[in-house]
């Protein structure tokens, strides 16, 4: 059946085991590839669970989520990942979502909120999110007080093939994301 598929195949049991585990392996997201499938955008589903805001929120445009519009939709794109913190019964989920814009000077114009994923309006307060460089070294960082409906670092810019990650940090838990611009 479909258990037999998945054993089959050794990259998916080591995805299971990690999940078993409570790990996750590194799956490095490239952004200019985001970009580049642009067209795709409105469908678009990723299997390192990375997806369009439309798939996750189908009613999206009237939730008022913080989001601005501040490009053409044209010139950008932005993926959201739903992350799970906690444990039940009580598990906490938090949206992470990442815009990419292309800019006149061939670098990557970058911006990263953090949204609660769950019924409450609020996300937890002392949330962290963080920008992380090269070494995991901390480039920026925020934290959430107690009635934030989003958090966001500063946006950046880096040329493309630069490596980033960025960390979401709750109840002593950590989540990282790595990138690829």
């Known amino acids: 059946g479909d258990w037999g ?30 970009l580049a499938d642009r067209v795709e955008a409105q469908s ?3 299997t390192d669970g990375w997806q ?15 989001l601005r519009r501040t490009r053409n939709l044209s010139d950008r794109v932005r993926r959201v990942k739903l992350l ?12 992470l979502s990442v815009e990419v814009a292309a800019e ?4 990557l114009g ?3 909120q953090l949204h609660p994923g769950g019924e409450t309006p609020y996300l937890p307060e002392q949330t962290v999110l963080s920008l992380l460089g090269k070494d995991e070294a901390v480039l920026q960082s ?5 009635q ?10 880096c040329p493309p093939g630069t490596p980033f990650s960025l960390r979401v940090e709750w109840s002593g838990q950590s989540i990282v994301e790595a990138f690829t611009s």
Request: positive net charge.
């Open 5 to 34: 598929a998945i054993l089959e195949r050794a990259d998916w049991r080591q995805r299971l085991c990690a999940l078993r585990r409570g790990t996750s392996p590194t799956i490095l997201a490239n952004l200019a590839t985001w």
């Open 44 to 46: 678009f589903e990723a």
């Open 52 to 66: 369009s805001i439309e798939t996750l929120f189908p009613n999206y445009r009237t939730l008022a989520t913080g």
């Open 84 to 95: 799970h913190f906690g444990t039940p019964p009580e598990p906490t989920d938090m949206v």
């Open 104 to 107: 006149p000077d061939n670098r």
């Open 110 to 112: 970058i911006r990263v």
């Open 142 to 146: 925020v934290q959430a007080r107690s």
């Open 148 to 157: 934030d409906n989003f958090i966001q670092i500063q946006r950046f810019k």
